[in-house]
């Protein structure tokens, strides 16, 4: 059995897709973090199911990209259909083209995401102590304290930072006595993971609405597919409602014969729409489920939580090693809080339109649907403006106190996402792009236009001197090849940008002009660089 050790530098509560994303971030900064959860081995069931461009984005640069391609599930299309009869199709495989390098929808079950992660942390030896129940949290200014059930023993340990990702009903969280502001959807849902033996829809999401509301399936690796939808009206009063109760809906209203096919896993469930008042208190932080739970439309709550965890981890591991001010830590609520609130409100709106039972509803659903796949999906900006919120590469922290935007440009601007963009790279002659440019885990300064040779050695002489470790520096010149960049970034005949980009991905600084001072300023004034 493994020895909990009695003082941790990181300690992180829960061993779901969001503590474990948070370990493995830790990990690549040099930080060596220990996992605690209640549960005695990984879950089994898959569901979450959607990991969002976004999310694999993060995987890629972490090199686990290939693998979630591996293990899941492109999802090239969605079939609309009213009551069973087909009403719109739509092309999911290519609806964030030159977005991103995965512009598409992943089926994977999140029994699936947490296997490629603990994989992740168990090659880079990462303990996970199972079987350990949190019975109470005391944070001070220097400490924080834990009162631990483990094997049926109760312990004291302490931590210097704690990481609460253990979901809705966190511990943690209730301990510290912190609300959580929401409420629960009336409505009950079904899901359902079979294995048919029957092709039902091998790589397009299928989703139908009816009088008795609306079923999703998502098919999933080796004939298995994902049901998810309302509970019919007449078995809401049903208090023990089992699969046998859905079969009859599920073959003669959506015509599916499944009655001879195997259910591996099958929950009746509601759904909540909550957020935590603060996502920090002390040394504790919240993320995931902890800090925020909604309607799982659109596939985003896992991938929140993911991303919750991308943010965090740079900038804990920056305080623990005193490179960055602990005021650092600040910037995590300051930037997820209204990520959060968006969320809950978008995610609501669209819960509602699917799943309102109201006439209102029923008309409008009627009088959309039919226009979604001949209509609205067919052009191109919408496209992108749908891939951009469901992918969550539209997410930005403008407001956030570290990004500080000195440019002209209107499109991309400090806060946002680093957009996705190839090029040939004219030093290497190769291509390349932006991300493979950012993947380390430095900070990371790009100049666009032209620099003379002069101005280009005080740049590296300066980054060498000043910070010799943690910077990177890439030049991007001229070329009538790589015009295409100097129009994303709006940059005018013989003019330059400067742009300083985050370990996560995401602009810190733009500028106009390429001054070292002013570079200097940023990273010492806005991230506290030491």
Sequence with gaps: MNILPSHSTVIIVGAG????????????????????????????????LAVQARSLEIFSQMGLGERALEEGNIAKGM??????????????????????????????????TERILIDYLTANTCPVFWNTKLLDVHPTDKVVNLKISRNNIDEIISCDWLIASDGASSSVRKSLKIAFSGGTYEQKFFLADIKSKEEISADAVRAYFSENGFTAIFPMKDSNYRFIGLVPKNLNQKSDINFEDLKPYLTYNLGFPITDDCCNWFSIYQVHHRMAERFSVQRCFFIGDA????????????????????????????????????????????????VAKKLLKTTDRLFSFISGQSWFFRKLRNIILPFLGTKIFRTAVINQKIFGL????????????????????????????????????????????????CKSTSFTIIVIG?????????????????????????????????????????????????????????????????????????????????
């Design 291 to 338: 800090a925020h739970i909604h309607s799982p439309v659109g596939g985003q709550g896992m991938n929140t939580g993911l991303q919750d965890a991308y943010n965090l981890a740079w900038k804990l591991a920056g305080v623990l090693v005193n490179k960055y001010p602990e005021s650092i830590l600040d910037t995590y609520a300051a930037e997820r809080m209204p």
């Design 390 to 437: 469901i992918s969550q590469t539209e997410i930005n922290y403008r407001h956030s106190p570290l990004a500080v935007h000195h440019s002209a440009m209107k499109n991309i601007k400090a806060g946002d996402r680093l957009p996705y963009i190839s090029f040939f790279d004219e030093k290497l002659k190769e291509e390349t792009d932006l991300y493979k440019w």
């Design 17 to 48: 897709p969001s503590g474990l994303m948070m370990a493995a971030q830790l990990l690549r900064f040099g930080i060596q973090p220990i996992i605690i959860d209640s549960k005695t081995a990984l879950t089994t069931e898959s569901r979450a």
């Design 79 to 112: 079939i609309i259909h009213q009551d069973s009869e087909e009403i719109a199709s739509v092309n999911l495989s290519t609806i964030g083209e030159g977005k991103s390098p995965f512009p598409y929808v992943l089926i994977l079950e999140q029994s699936k």
């Design 450 to 530: 032209q620099l003379s040779q002069r101005d280009l050695l005080a740049m590296v002489k300066w980054i060498k001197l000043t910070y010799p470790i943690g910077l990177n520096f890439f030049y991007l010149p001229p070329s009538k090849r790589n015009q295409h960049v100097f129009d994303s970034f709006e940059i005018p005949e013989n003019g330059k940008k400067s742009l300083i980009v985050r370990p996560d991905m995401h602009i810190g600084y733009i500028n106009d002009v390429v001054d070292i001072e002013l570079l200097s300023g940023y990273l010492e004034n806005s991230i506290g660089w030491r």
